[in-house]
């Protein structure tokens, strides 16, 4: 197990079966509120006054928040279940896609191994969550993120 500082947030990434396990029965101590704020801050450019609204002024408490809102509905999308496995398969399907395509090049054909792990990533987890209707299957809409 090993911490990230992302954002003034530590994030602890775990590579154990062991411990991911015991992290997804204590599942309600795991949170994505603190990224709330700065994703709408970030990816939405809102307001002060918007922001405050988002998340009642910076706490992250009460049900009626957006960014709580947002949360309980990641947390319930995102929990152990039919729903997660149907994420990951598309996910991994999309990576499949992503190598077969890549195969398609002619053989000796040179490839920036950075853009293209950037996209086949980029592309890959978005369309779990996306599904077909993927606005970063487009390079624009990856290039814009980036």
Not at 134 to 146: E, I, L, S
């Amino acid at each position: 197990m090993y911490s990230l500082q992302i954002f003034n947030i530590r994030i602890y990434v775990t590579n154990s079966t062991d411990l991911l396990n015991a992290v997804q029965r204590a599942a309600k101590t795991v949170s994505f509120r603190p990224f709330g704020r700065l994703t709408v801050e970030r990816f939405s450019e809102a307001s002060r006054e918007t922001l405050d609204l988002c998340d009642a002024g910076g706490e992250y408490e009460g049900d009626g928040t957006f960014v709580r809102q947002v949360d309980m509905a990641m947390h319930k999308a995102l929990s152990p279940g039919p729903a997660l496995d149907k994420m990951n398969l598309d996910t991994a399907l999309e990576v499949v896609r992503c190598l077969d395509e890549l195969g398609d090049e002619p053989v000796g054909q040179s490839v920036d191994l950075y853009a293209w792990v950037k996209d086949a990533i980029s592309i890959a987890s978005t369309r779990g969550t996306y599904g077909p209707m993927n606005p970063y299957q487009f390079k624009g809409a990856r290039d814009a993120f980036w």
